[in-house]
């Protein structure tokens, strides 16, 4: 194959890694079709401005690089990005919050809404003033490959994050390495990389398990879907055996993950359920599980089970379902394939049927088709249910899906109603009911403020705790002396021995990072990859 680049520096641009290592000929994959671009203005200065050559590394010896990893978005992002950064540390390469001393930028995107891209963006043009060499991950390079700003930079696919050390390893040689394409099995998508790759968590007590990329919608807002495709389940086992692992290692609460948890299994002829029975056995006594968003249409068929497993005193009793809209017309033009009174038997059942549960919901301000009269339903709907955690967004029109072809309500009426939904929303306090009680709480995190640790209880309701050691990663028993909006303050009256063993509370307090990973799993890890690079190369 013909590689382009320049012949007196080496600097080649490669399709794929194999295109550096393969040992036979393959076709260039060139994606079709048109790529629609958000207009930006562009300023001179921008235009006139050269950006510094990051420097070229020769051969490249792990340990000796840092790499700065950022990531926007979901905990399935979030996820992506842990394992990402377990396997670099894994072979050696130093993983750093210090942007400015790290060699090379993985940043990892968000295509949801345009303010998370505009940041991505920001960020990979302040990486390339800076000289440093930038990898770009997620869902926007996916998605929308063909962008003018990510021409020039190493992509790793969604699917890909698996081969992170490969493109770290050719971008700091000066190669350009692009990697989109999706993991199969005889032709049949699977879930994404392998679930038990080494893994630097944010936090070293919080598991974040992906059970499922892609989904089985068509909705005409979503840009999500161009990036992470149809539906791919990860089987039953392998999500356990990562769940096992993780709880081993001194982790107490795992969460799964997901694009919709509802939609897990169908393409593998299993069910959400069946997964959440099989992960409730391996739960230790003192550690917590919490199922991730799922969308009305494919939990209904599994109400009665859910509300089981959500009463299982190791799960919490916490469900994120958006909604999206008030409004049949509205939610028919977002193609959401349900009606109001299918997300209402959802809420209706689980509130009958789980006590104390939390159901949580995303509304859209705002979208092309949504009358007044339509956004009076929405409204309607929030005051009725009093949601505790309500995501309230403006409408974006994102390139290349089918709503941004529609005629835009006006800015200033989307403003209008959002600060309408936001008042109603501010107009209410979920847990004033709740001080005076006592209840057990989980402690796995520490305020933004760092006065407090913070707990949840079996609501996956937020409690802040006295920072005391002995509390991190421990159900204690408090009793709550205040509420506030978004939380609760408490008292702790008793502490329970747990089967989980947390990491030690100082550290975690003291860094905010994860523990460095197990010497053996990390010298496994490494003896792994470097037998499957020598294999590649023979």
Known sequence: MEHTGDPCTGLMELDDIEDLIGDGERPRRVRTGPVVRARRKKTETAAAEPLPDPPVCDSVVPGTQRVHVRTWGCTHNSSDSEYMAGQLAAYGYIVTDDADSADLWLLNSCTVKSPAESHFRNEVERGRRAGKHVVVAGCVPQGAPRSDYLQGLSVIGVQQIDRVVEVVEETLKGHTVRLYGQKKDAGKKLGGAPLLLPKIRK???????????????QCTYCKT????????SYPIEEIVSRASAAFSEGVCEVWLTSEDTGAYGIDLGVTLPQLLWRLVEVVP???????????PPYILDHLEEISRVLRHPRVYSFLHVPVQSGSDSVLEDMKRE????DFRRVVDFLKERVPDVTICTDIICGFPTETEKDFERTLELCAEYKFPSLFINQFYPRPGTPAAKMQRVPTQEVKRRT???????HSYRPYDHLVGRRQRVLVTEISHDRQYFVGHNKAYQQVLVPMDADFMGQLV?????SASKFSMISRVVGSEGTAVR???????VSSGRSLPLPLVATFVAAVA?????????W
């Open 419 to 425: 600060r309408a939904l936001t008042e109603l929303f």
């Open 338 to 341: 349900y009606f109001v009174k």
């Open 285 to 295: 006594e003192g550690g917590m599980l919490r199922v991730g968003m799922t969308n």
């Open 529 to 537: 990859y470097l037998v499957l690079r020598l294999i590649s190369v």
């Open 502 to 508: 947390a990491p030690a509370p100082a550290q975690l």
């Open 225 to 232: 879907k161009h990036a992470r495709g149809e539906l791919g």
């Open 477 to 481: 028993t408090v009793e709550i002396v």
């Open 203 to 217: 936090n070293p007590l919080i598991e974040i398990i992906p059970i499922n990329t892609g989904c089985l919608n």
